[in-house]
């Protein structure tokens, strides 16, 4: 797929497929919304495309590091259910295990972090603050909409927060499994990465930007697979009955066997954090 071809009428609207029933959970509601202009999509993403969940944002705790600074990570599931996981929140906690290892006056990569999150999982906190990059107009056609309050608090607030000693900006999975970071953010298929950590772990939802937000909400990364119907298709009804089979098939039996088998057994160490990975494939 390169930008443009779509414009230039290479793909077919993915609504006008039959067979297809797009409202049905095997269908990302929250990715096909977005990319629908006038009524017309298309491309498209269902339970096929494997890569959104295992790409989708998240973060993890490490539970003996918590431990360690008087918390407990059962204080940290309760947040999350009674909407209280917050930014605010995790700088609070991550500010008391940040620490000077060699006194050197500097936080560099040899001290202990609160927090370590990298440029690109960084990307991904306004949408998790619930800020929309877009909206539609009557019309349909999505509209530039991030210059609100909202926006310019939460840059303001993560550009503070990323520039100060409990900030590691780094994807560093090493350093987490050694004990020197607190919480790492990053994706759910980052866990893959820390099965011979000694120290428990914990899964966790991105953090909400207040209280008052509604829902969690989490991004993917852009390196997620999509669906396109080139115009060569000749055989409309079949191509329809495939992507319906395929996406149905793989909601039944490839997600659960990826979420529940390699999620929640080999790479989550607790019923805590398996409720709250179910959480995290959900927003």
Not at 67 to 87: I, R
Not at 91 to 95: F, K, S
Not at 246 to 256: D, G, H
């Given at each position: 797929?390169?930008?443009?071809?779509?414009?230039?009428g290479?793909?077919?609207?993915?609504?006008?497929?039959?067979?297809?029933?797009?409202?049905?959970p095997?269908?990302?509601?929250?990715?096909?919304?977005?990319?629908t202009?006038?009524?017309?999509?298309y491309?498209?993403?269902?339970?096929?495309?494997?890569?959104?969940?295992?790409?989708?944002?998240?973060g993890?705790?490490?539970?003996?590091?918590l431990?360690?600074?008087?918390?407990?990570?059962?204080?940290?599931?309760?947040?999350?259910?009674?909407?209280?996981?917050?930014?605010d929140?995790v700088?609070?906690?991550?500010?008391q295990?940040?620490?000077?290892?060699n006194?050197?006056?500097?936080?560099d990569?040899?001290?202990?972090?609160?927090?370590?999150?990298?440029?690109v999982?960084?990307?991904?906190?306004?949408?998790?603050?619930?800020?929309?990059?877009?909206?539609?107009?009557?019309?349909g056609?999505?509209?530039?909409?991030?210059?609100?309050?909202?926006?310019?608090?939460?840059?303001?607030r993560?550009?503070?927060?990323?520039?100060?000693?409990?900030?590691?900006?780094?994807?560093?999975?090493?350093?987490?499994?050694?004990?020197?970071?607190?919480?790492?953010?990053?994706?759910?298929?980052?866990?893959?990465?820390?099965?011979?950590?000694?120290?428990?772990?914990?899964?966790?939802?991105?953090?909400?930007?207040?209280?008052?937000?509604?829902?969690?909400?989490?991004?993917?990364?852009?390196?997620?697979?999509?669906?396109?119907?080139?115009?060569?298709?000749?055989?409309?009804d079949?191509c329809g009955?495939?992507?319906?089979?395929?996406?149905?098939?793989?909601?039944?039996?490839?997600?659960?066997?990826?979420?529940?088998?390699?999620?929640?057994?080999?790479?989550?160490r607790?019923e805590?954090?398996?409720?709250?990975?179910?959480?995290?494939?959900?927003?």
């Open positions: 797929y390169m930008p443009g071809m779509v414009t230039k290479l793909f077919i609207d993915i609504n006008t497929l039959p067979s297809l029933s797009l409202d049905s095997w269908w990302i509601q929250g990715y096909n919304d977005n990319v202009i006038h009524d017309k999509m491309t498209a993403m269902g339970d096929l495309c494997s890569t959104g969940l295992k790409n989708a944002y998240c993890y705790v490490n539970i003996d590091l431990e360690t600074y008087g918390h407990k990570v059962e204080e940290l599931y309760y947040a999350v259910n009674s909407g209280t996981w917050t930014l929140m700088l609070e906690i991550a500010g295990v940040s620490t000077d290892l006194g050197d006056g500097k936080y990569a040899g001290d202990v972090h609160g927090i370590a999150m990298s440029d999982t960084m990307s991904s906190l306004p949408t998790a603050f619930g800020v929309n990059y877009t909206t539609k107009n009557e019309e056609i999505p509209e530039i909409s991030i210059h609100t309050e909202r926006f310019l608090t939460s840059y303001e993560i550009y503070e927060a990323s520039h100060s000693n409990l900030w590691h900006p780094v994807y560093d999975v090493e350093k987490f499994v050694e004990g020197r970071t607190l919480f790492l953010f990053h994706t759910l298929e980052t866990g893959g990465e820390m099965k011979d950590m000694v120290s428990d772990y914990a899964v966790l939802p991105m953090p909400k930007y207040d209280t008052e937000q509604e829902n969690y909400r989490t991004a993917t990364r852009a390196v997620a697979s999509i669906l396109l119907v080139p115009n060569t298709v000749q055989n409309l079949l009955a495939a992507m319906e089979s395929l996406n149905f098939e793989s909601y039944m039996q490839v997600t659960p066997a990826y979420y529940e088998t390699v999620l929640q057994l080999k790479q989550v607790d805590g954090s398996q409720q709250m990975v179910r959480l995290v494939r959900e927003s």
